[in-house]
């Protein structure tokens, strides 16, 4: 044992050297000094921080980047000495952004008691920049968002993004330039569009203006930017601002006595309807009116036309590629269907091509009656990806999604959408939602959205999984059981060239030792079958490669699947059938390969289903909507319904 000093006397540490790492799995060995030193360096942190953080917290976040370094930090090196200089550096980093914080609030105090109030003219300006700024970050590729998001928002130096990201201080430094550069130039464009060519567009007071929205917007947490990530769609536009104006930037951390932050619509749409009435079935919401008098005039006829087309454009799912189907809970009495893909119908020219050939855009339908009838929802915002629902839906009625754009969320029956964390990966809700409150993304290193606090914060897991980008995959008995399934791709022990594909057991936050996926190298998708509490089966898909466990997660063996081809999607269904679509392409022709396939035996064997049907040559997605009612996508565009199990299909289902 050696000593370690903090600022409240001795701590004793163990003076490890990772002797005998060579010889074994430096996962075991990383696991290992974890358990060892993670006591004395909280107590560590504690002495250096005082009262002013949590030193756990401290100490869990100084761990989770020595391991992000793990697999390029010396073997002859005192451990302790890698993981206490982090935790010293984020103690150091907490005190001085307190000085900072405390400094930018005395003087925006002092800018808004002497400041005259804002102008009627100033607060439409703010409105119209912040619509500006948030169309510009939605038109930057995912990889620039999440630079910002890391840099500008949760404060991450250049070299902290280069030990997450495997690359040097300067090529990190000059990608934030580039996503800075693109930043600037989609909001020059954003804002060039909508004034029509007025002169001086980008910076109207604008400096002046930015601080004060700050400042009201949120009152600026002193918490450290590298812990916690107010990553929600408000402070996205105040640091998209801020980048182009080259002003400071100052966090607004969303507080219970602010009011709600505006919403992320385009310009078309600032208000919502009183009365919001649902675009399929023409439901009136709970949205109450302020006034008796308000409630009988919002229940008028005209006023619910207006609400429907404020919700629904026109359009037909029949030629729409479906990337994912999204069924109500099976604990919900809804018969709520949507489908998310892409589409020609509606977009605008492509920016290259001939001035009226459309280029295909992100699409979103709903149907409220089991595929009977779809509208195609207006969606202002939409960036495409996977539609999330609570497991508490339609009580809780938002609409989330994930995709290129992150973590989106719509408020409005999808009429609009606006970004609450621009960290886009695999994405998965809790089915303990109402409690749980956790959205997980597997963006590199793993986070944990919170809805109720409106935070986005480092996932927290004990024996955190090996590997960069994450995927999760919740058992559906998770608010008794509390097992979550983690997917992830690490080099190969083997051959550090090749990658393994792995998935691990978490429970109640503890992880187990991953469980290797023989052959497979890319992130695996992992999912529980829908009877895990009584069955404990847990299905895995890596690129053309299918596993199944029986045990729990505890091992994973291969289903031989009916064609060497691309997993599109899998659904199973009350009674455990399980369906799989397959897709494949000719590198020569462009044609389609593929098909729609059932096992009932555990991947034994398979039917193939929808033969003579467009299915045959490819399917994009599947969803059983029970009652032996299947949803099924044709690689070719549109959407086909079966009623009995697959035996029979049309383009819409059958009135239930």
């Excluded at 105040?238 to 385009?266: F, M």
């Excluded at 037909?316 to 020609?344: E, K, L, M």
């Excluded at 466990?549 to 009674?575: C, H, K, Q, R, Y």
Aim: glycine share 10%; aromatic share 6%.
């Amino acid at each position: 044992m050696a000593g370690g000093l903090s600022g409240s006397g001795a701590v004793a540490v163990k003076l490890d050297r990772w002797e005998g790492a060579e010889e074994r799995s430096r996962d075991d060995a990383f696991a290992e000094l974890y358990e060892s030193s993670y006591p004395s360096l909280v107590k560590y942190c504690r002495g250096l921080l005082g009262n002013g953080a949590d030193p756990e917290e401290v100490a869990q976040e100084a761990f989770l980047r020595a391991w992000m370094t793990w697999d390029r930090y010396s073997s002859n090196r005192p451990f302790w000495a890698l993981v206490a200089t982090i935790a010293r550096n984020l103690c150091m980093d907490h005190h001085r952004h307190e000085r900072v914080v405390s400094a930018v609030l005395e003087q925006r105090a002092g800018e808004l008691t002497s400041t005259p109030g804002i102008t009627p003219e100033e607060c439409l300006e703010q409105d119209e920049e912040y619509e500006w700024a948030r169309q510009a970050l939605a038109e930057l590729c995912p990889s620039h968002q999440r630079i910002i998001g890391l840099r500008e928002i949760e404060g991450w130096s250049a070299d902290e993004m280069a030990a997450a990201d495997g690359t040097s201080p300067e090529a990190a430094t000059a990608a934030l330039y580039r996503a800075r550069q693109r930043l600037r130039d989609a909001y020059n464009r954003v804002a060039a569009g909508a004034m029509a060519g007025l002169a001086l567009f980008p910076m109207r007071g604008m400096r002046r203006r930015l601080g004060l929205w700050a400042h009201l917007t949120g009152q600026a947490t002193a918490s450290s930017p590298g812990l916690v990530s107010h990553a929600g769609d408000a402070v996205a536009a105040v640091v998209a601002i801020a980048v182009v104006s080259g002003a400071g930037i100052v966090n607004p951390l969303p507080q219970q006595s602010v009011p709600d932050r505006p919403a992320g619509v385009t310009a078309e749409s600032k208000t919502v309807p009183t009365g919001v009435v649902n675009a399929v079935n023409g439901e009136s919401s709970s949205v109450a009116a302020a006034t008796p008098a308000a409630a009988a005039e919002t229940g008028t006829a005209a006023s619910a036309a207006s609400s429907v087309a404020s919700l629904v454009v026109p359009g037909t799912p029949d030629n729409i590629i479906v990337n994912q189907f999204t069924v109500a809970p099976v604990t919900s009495n809804s018969r709520d269907v949507y489908a998310t893909g892409t589409s020609t119908d509606g977009c605008p020219p492509a920016p290259s091509g001939p001035s009226h050939t459309p280029a295909p855009c992100a699409v979103l339908f709903h149907s409220s009656d089991g595929g009977t009838t779809w509208s195609r929802l207006k969606a202002s915002g939409f960036s495409g990806g996977t539609v999330l629902l609570a497991p508490t839906f339609p009580i809780d009625d938002r609409i989330f999604v994930t995709g290129a754009s992150g973590l989106q969320v719509s408020k409005d029956h999808g009429a609009t959408f606006s970004t609450a964390v621009p960290l886009s990966g695999p994405t998965a809700i809790s089915p303990a939602f109402a409690f749980d409150h956790r959205i997980l993304i597997g963006a590199v290193p793993g986070w944990e959205y919170r809805d109720d606090l409106n935070s986005t914060t480092p996932l927290h897991l004990v024996n955190r999984p090996p590997g960069q980008t994450l995927s999760f995959g919740f058992s559906s008995s998770y608010a008794r059981d509390g097992e979550l399934f983690v997917g992830s791709s690490i080099p190969s022990s083997t051959d550090p060239t090749q990658r393994s594909a792995i998935v691990t057991e978490c429970i109640s936050g503890k992880c187990n030792s991953p469980v290797a996926l023989p052959g497979a190298q890319v992130l695996p998708t992992v999912v529980a079958s829908r009877n895990f509490a009584t069955n404990g089966v847990v299905f895995a898909l890596a690129g053309n490669l299918f596993y199944r466990s029986v045990d729990g997660g505890d091992s994973f063996e291969p289903v031989t699947l009916p064609a060497n081809l691309g997993i599109e999607g899998i659904a199973e269904d009350a009674d455990g059938a399980l369906y799989v679509s397959l897709l494949g392409t000719d590198p020569k022709g462009g044609a389609t390969t593929g098909g729609l396939y059932v096992t009932r035996d555990g991947g034994k064997t398979w039917t193939q289903l929808g033969k003579d049907t467009p299915l045959g040559k490819g399917a994009t997605s599947v969803s059983a909507l029970g009652h032996d009612r299947l949803l099924a996508s044709p690689a070719s565009g549109g959407l086909l319904c079966s009623a009995d199990a697959g035996k029979t299909w049309a383009t819409r289902c059958p009135t239930p």
